[in-house]
């Protein structure tokens, strides 16, 4: 019988009761009642129940394919392997660039120093330097290797977040930035910290010369001009 | 008036690369007078304790950059005519603009060569 029912039939039982003479009321009419009553908040928590075990269920369900989608991101991978070694690939190109330009510019400045008079001996040590800033410029290559190594862990990490991010539907939240980077990103914002452009500079050297160029002092006066005042 | 090519130069950049590479520049066209700093505030300290006939900073430093190294030598009267040129891979219009505005002489944009450094400290000291 539906709760509602119930709860009907206990409420024309209790204003049957009350219209009663109570002192005449027999306990079989109260035992009834209170049967009826046990009926209905049994009914009624067996509904609530229901309700609240299919939510379990559903959170239950939600959490266990959260977990799976979770473990496909493989986090322990990336946190262990592929983030740490994109941080040596290119704590090594820095340190590799650094090494060639080293060797770059001391054969260069050995060049430019160069004071041998005679002609042949000259040739020779420029000869020599040229060759060494050749070699030097291999760093390019192992440096390019390193850096699509990086590239490729980034984008693998990009492709697994953002399958996440589409499978469990998440959204951007505001607010979980870290005082520090908060504080960074202020300080980029108050410096104009941009950093070099993609494909060379975003005003040409040419433009930055006309904005100066309206700003130009005005030339020096010769003597006949100044004179030329005092007429 | 002629350009003193003895004159103390001070270049302030956080890579010595960048520094070593200004250095050979300024000498090829004649400058061998020249100091260094590794961001904006060793170069301001080194600026209250000797004059510079040329500051020639980058722009992106810690803990001071060059944008803020410049405004302080602008506040400051005892070094605020001293001339300055930018030299940084910064180079949106809203950076070359407040540069400007804040009293900067010149801006070069890097990568850049030994004639547009050249060109820039003569349009800033005159002739040389």
Same mark, same amino acid.
């Given at each position: 019988?539906?709760?509602?029912?119930?709860?009907?039939?206990?409420?024309?039982?209790?204003?049957?009761?009350?219209?009663?003479?109570?002192?005449?009321?027999?306990?079989?009419?109260?035992?009834?009642?209170?049967?009826?009553?046990?009926?209905?908040?049994?009914?009624?928590?067996?509904?609530?129940?229901?309700?609240?075990?299919?939510?379990?269920?559903?959170?239950?369900?939600?959490?266990?394919?959260?977990?799976?989608?979770?473990?496909?991101?493989?986090?322990?991978?990336?946190?262990?392997?592929?983030?740490?070694?994109?941080?040596?690939?290119?704590?090594?190109?820095?340190?590799?660039?650094?090494?060639?330009?080293?060797?770059?510019?001391?054969?260069?400045?050995?060049?430019?120093?160069?004071?041998?008079?005679?002609?042949?001996?000259?040739?020779?040590?420029?000869?020599?330097?040229?060759?060494?800033?050749?070699?030097?410029?291999?760093?390019?290559?192992?440096?390019?290797?390193?850096?699509?190594?990086?590239?490729?862990?980034?984008?693998?990490?990009?492709?697994?977040?953002?399958?996440?991010?589409?499978?469990?539907?998440?959204?951007?939240?505001?607010?979980?930035?870290?005082?520090?980077?908060?504080?960074?990103?202020?300080?980029?914002?108050?410096?104009?910290?941009?950093?070099?452009?993609?494909?060379?500079?975003?005003?040409?050297?040419?433009?930055?010369?006309?904005?100066?160029?309206?700003?130009?002092?005005?030339?020096?006066?010769?003597?006949?001009?100044?004179?030329?005042?005092?007429? | 008036?002629?350009?003193?090519?003895?004159?103390?130069?001070?270049?302030?950049?956080?890579?010595?690369?960048?520094?070593?590479?200004?250095?050979?520049?300024?000498?090829?066209? &004649?400058?061998?007078?020249? #100091?260094?700093?590794?961001?904006?505030?060793?170069? /301001? $300290?080194?600026? =209250? @304790?000797?004059?510079? &006939?040329?500051?020639?900073? #980058?722009?992106?430093?810690?803990?001071?950059?060059? /944008? $803020?190294?410049? =405004? @302080?030598?602008?506040?400051?009267?005892?070094?605020?005519?001293?001339?300055?040129?930018?030299?940084?891979?910064?180079?949106?219009?809203?950076?070359?603009?407040?540069?400007?505005?804040?009293?900067?002489?010149?801006?070069?944009?890097?990568?850049?060569?030994?004639?547009?450094?050249?060109?820039?400290?003569?349009?800033?000291?005159?002739?040389?």
């Amino acid at each position: 019988m539906p709760a509602a029912n119930v709860a009907a039939q206990v409420r024309t039982s209790l204003a049957s009761l009350k219209a009663s003479d109570l002192q005449d009321a027999q306990i079989m009419e109260v035992l009834k009642l209170a049967h009826q009553l046990t009926d209905t908040m049994k009914l009624f928590f067996s509904s609530l129940d229901q309700s609240i075990c299919q939510e379990f269920n559903y959170i239950a369900d939600y959490i266990s394919r959260t977990r799976d989608e979770i473990a496909a991101l493989r986090p322990n991978d990336i946190k262990t392997s592929r983030i740490p070694s994109a941080g040596v690939e290119l704590e090594a190109v820095v340190g590799d660039t650094e090494k060639a330009t080293e060797t770059i510019m001391s054969a260069a400045e050995a060049v430019l120093c160069e004071e041998s008079t005679d002609y042949d001996e000259y040739r020779a040590n420029v000869e020599a330097r040229m060759m060494t800033i050749i070699e030097a410029c291999s760093f390019q290559d192992l440096a390019g290797q390193r850096v699509s190594k990086v590239v490729n862990s980034l984008r693998h990490v990009e492709s697994r977040v953002a399958r996440f991010a589409d499978v469990m539907g998440v959204r951007d939240a505001d607010g979980y930035e870290s005082d520090a980077e908060k504080a960074e990103k202020a300080r980029n914002e108050k410096n104009l910290l941009n950093g070099p452009a993609i494909g060379g500079p975003e005003t040409s050297q040419d433009d930055i010369d006309a904005m100066f160029a309206d700003a130009a002092p005005a030339p020096d006066l010769d003597q006949s001009s100044i004179d030329s005042l005092f007429d | 008036m002629a350009v003193e090519m003895t004159m103390p130069i001070l270049v302030v950049d956080d890579y010595k690369t960048m520094i070593r590479i200004i250095r050979n520049l300024l000498k090829q066209i &004649g400058f061998e007078n020249v #100091d260094e700093a590794a961001d904006g505030q060793e170069a /301001y $300290e080194k600026m =209250q @304790k000797s004059k510079y &006939g040329l500051v020639i900073s #980058d722009w992106n430093m810690e803990p001071m950059t060059g /944008y $803020e190294l410049l =405004q @302080k030598v602008r506040a400051d009267e005892t070094m605020k005519s001293t001339p300055f040129i930018m030299v940084t891979a910064e180079s949106k219009t809203e950076n070359v603009v407040a540069a400007k505005r804040a009293g900067v002489n010149n801006y070069i944009v890097k990568p850049f060569n030994a004639g547009t450094l050249k060109a820039k400290m003569s349009a800033v000291l005159g002739d040389f």
